[in-house]
């Protein structure tokens, strides 16, 4: 998993270019996205507690905030979780298992390579049973 702030953390190749008129941040640089969607989500809502065997997922965060859990599938420790808010982005690698905690409403974009659009939207998701989603006071 990999977690940073989109216009905090510019790392080449990735650049920032700010001038009077505003600011324009890359997010990707000759990287394969087979696939864009806006997802909104309610306060409250519990989203993902599934993994991908050859899909890797972006998010970034545009309004809002969420919790992020993850965990390694067949991982003996304990999910890990982070808090996002705009600007914030993750990368989900093949093989990690994730859900999110909706702690306010909130809006994200989600980057696909692989198989996850369309009517392709199911096709390299696995579902577990239960939920990695744990309690929040435990992870403080």
Not at 40 to 62: C, D, F, P, V, W
Not at 88 to 103: C, G, M, Q, R, Y
Request: aromatic letters at 8%; proline letters at 4%.
């Amino acid at each position: 998993m990999e977690n940073k702030n989109i216009w905090k953390n510019v790392e080449a190749p990735l650049e920032l270019h700010s001038d009077d008129r505003g600011d324009i941040v890359d997010i990707f640089y000759k990287d394969n996205i087979h696939h864009v969607a806006v997802i909104k989500s309610n306060a409250g809502a519990i989203r993902g507690n599934h993994y991908h065997e050859k899909t890797t997922q972006y998010m970034l965060i545009t309004q809002g905030s969420l919790e992020y859990w993850h965990s390694p599938l067949n991982s003996h420790s304990e999910p890990e979780c982070i808090v996002m808010k705009k600007g914030d982005f993750v990368a989900t690698p093949p093989n990690e298992v994730h859900a999110l905690n909706i702690i306010e409403d909130n809006e994200f974009i989600v980057f696909t390579t692989g198989e996850r659009g369309g009517m392709d939207y199911e096709a390299d998701t696995i579902r577990i049973d239960g939920s990695i989603i744990g309690d929040r006071s435990e992870t403080n």
